[in-house]
Structures are given as C-alpha cells and as structure tokens.
C-alpha cells in the first residue's frame, strides 16, 4: 500500500479522497490551511515553502494529491494575493519537493482552464486551440499546469493532471463564493432568495463518484496524463434545470428563484468528454444529479441543524 499526502485535505474533495484511500488500505496524511478533527492531520499554508517541506519531510509520501487551492472566480477577485500566492507559488513549493524527495503528483487543475471553448471539451483541447481563460481562478490553474509540464520537462517530474466538472457534496459547507449547487441548496433551506442565470449548462459531479475515479491514480498512473472527471455527458442540464430540482427536492418557496440573463465572463455551456478517464481509471459515476441533491440536502440540514 502507498503512504499518500493530501494537500487541501481538509476541503470538499480532500475529505472524501482520504476516506475513500484510506478505506483501500493506504497510509494517508493530510495538510490544509483549515483545521481538521481527521487523523494525522497538518495544519499549514502550502504557500509558505517550510511548512510544506517539513510536511514532506515527515510524512515521506510516495504520492502527493495536490488539491491546496484558493477556489472560485469572485474569490479570485476579492481575495487574488490568496489566490495566486496558493494556487501558483504553492504549486511551485510542491513541485520543488517532488524533485527533491522523488514522489509523484496528481495535480488538481480544473474545468475552468477550458475558458471560453464552446465545443467538446476533451483533454487535447489546450494543445490544438488557442483557449481564454475568463477569469483569475481559471488563469491560475492552467498556470499550476503549464508548471508541472515545465517540471516535467526539464527534469522528469512525474505528474498526472486532473479537471474536475462541478463537483459537489457532503462536507463542503455554504460560503458566498462556492459553486452554484451549495449557494442554491444553502439558499433554499434557509428561505433566501438565488439568483439563476439562463443559457448555462453543466455537468454535475457527486464528489464519492469522482472520488473512486481518483482513487484509482494510484493504481495506474500514467505520468504526462491529463483527466477530465466529472458525471456523464448524457446528465447535462441547464442551470434553471438544477434550480427546478432543488426546488423539488427542498420543497422551498419557487419565488426564491430569481432568473437573469446569461452571467457575463462566465463559460456557457460546458460539454465535457470523460472518455480517457473511463478507460484509464474505470470512471463509473452511479449518483445523478436529481439523486445527488438529495444526498446533498440531507448532509445539508444534518450539517447545519435544519429540520
């Protein structure tokens, strides 16, 4: 079994990775900014190069999970020196130490670097169109992933890169800038209004599924590979959609839904292909959009105390 670190262990994904690894017999060590009540938990800030390095030096992973990020496009922009000190000069830090201790990397990018692009959105994208990132946080992640392939390049880093489409879930807490399924959900069951922006389209991603898909890098990794994973094609819907389903399920006022236009400098419609993952990692989502709003409402109101 692999001795694996985590880093943003303490956030949506990183929490639901480490039960899931741990659950296959692995040593798994966790670090976040956060505090944590999960074992063998480190509290520091990837951005500052010591705490990272004693970190490493401790724990001797054979694989880092990159996941340590500041997230989300108006966090990017009222908060841009966490931002791009996190995401960018964080990522430097990792990879630095990677060369140093020799352990291999699976770097969390995002859907987000895929900017502007309106058709398929395959992995090879980047490499045959020139793409506009529209927004800090999606610039800053295709920056982490022209870093691991500079380090790639110019001395053999080992790295598999990962874009996760919408994920969601248990363990991820409302704030003002998460993604839209926590603010509509958070909102509903507190009976305050959201707003919900026509001509969008998504891919929703329940966090166990996209889990067990990353779980399995470890098993086969394939250094110089680059993943989309999310939920499957066919469960696309527009965001008025999903706010029809939450409304549904929460049994909330439907006023609450406030509907504008198109959000500017945000990517329309997003048709993601999840074919490589399926075939390399045995990519296998079961929890559909409608199912995992359920799931989510539930750890919602056990999480805050609703009725």
Known sequence: MAKILITGGAGLI???????????????????????SEPEHFRIDTGEF??????IQTTKPDFVYHLAAEYGRWNGEDHYENLWRTNVVGTKHVLKLAKEHKFKT????SAE?????????????????????????????WAGELQCL???????????????????GEHEPYNPYRGVMPI??????????????????????YVTDSCRTWANIVD??????????????????????L????IEVTGCDPNLCEVHGEEAFTTRIKTVDFSKARADLKHNPTIDTREGVKLYVEWMKKHYGFN
């Open 113 to 141: 670097v895929y900017g502007d692009y309106d058709g398929v959105m395959t992995e090879d994208i980047m490499e045959k169109i020139p793409i506009k990132q529209m927004n800090d946080y999606a610039i800053s992640k």
């Open 243 to 246: 706010a029809q389903i939450i």
């Open 14 to 36: 990183g929490t639901n990775l480490a039960k899931e690894l741990r659950g296959r017999g692995h040593s798994v060590q966790t670090a976040d900014i956060k505090f944590s």
């Open 220 to 241: 086969n990794f394939k250094p110089g590979e680059v993943y989309n994973v999310g939920g499957r094609e066919e469960w696309v819907v527009t965001i008025e959609e």
């Open 150 to 168: 500079n380090a790639a390049e110019m001395w053999g880093a080992e790295v598999v890169r990962t874009r996760p489409v919408m994920c969601y």
């Open 50 to 55: 010591r705490q990272i390095e004693e970190v």
């Open 106 to 109: 699976i770097f969390f990018s």
């Open 184 to 205: 509509f959900i958070y909102s509903a069951l507190t009976g305050n209004p959201f707003k919900c922006h026509r001509g969008h389209k998504r891919i929703f991603d």
